[in-house]
Nanobody, 113 residues
Framework: VQLQASGGGLVQPGGSLRLSCVTS????????MGWYRQAPGKQRELVAY???????NYLDSVKGRFTISRDNAKNRVYLQMNSLKPEDTAVYYC????????WGQGTLVTVSS
């Protein structure tokens, strides 16, 4: 199963980033997808998920700042992150939700001045 996240980088507090994830088509079309993150020394946590029908939910700490979306034609899921905070610093991963596959390549987001 292909799960490749991209779009991370170094950004100042208050800045924005858009993460993108490409997945295998045969999985994507029938699966809810999630964005997860793992900060240094912490467990991986679910940041947001979106169902095949477009319903979504967010971690409380990112509500109002992050937006998840999906492009079914391109087998891609996105995470628009605005008003970033230092505590958002982590490696971000995409995967199926709620049951997930082996973790693919994540993308590092660093929020620092």
């Amino acid at each position: 199963v292909q799960l490749q996240a991209s779009g991370g980088g170094l950004v100042q507090p208050g800045g924005s980033l858009r993460l993108s994830c490409v997945t295998s088509g045969n999985i994507f079309s029938i699966s809810a997808m999630g964005w997860y993150r793992q900060a240094p020394g912490k467990q991986r946590e679910l940041v947001a998920y979106i169902t095949t029908g477009g319903s979504f939910n967010y971690l409380d700490s990112v509500k109002g700042r992050f937006t998840i979306s999906r492009d079914n034609a391109k087998n891609r899921v996105y995470l628009q992150m605005n008003s970033l905070k230092p505590e958002d610093t982590a490696v971000y991963y995409c995967n199926r939700y709620p049951t997930y596959f082996s973790w693919g390549q994540g993308t590092l987001v660093t929020v620092s001045s």
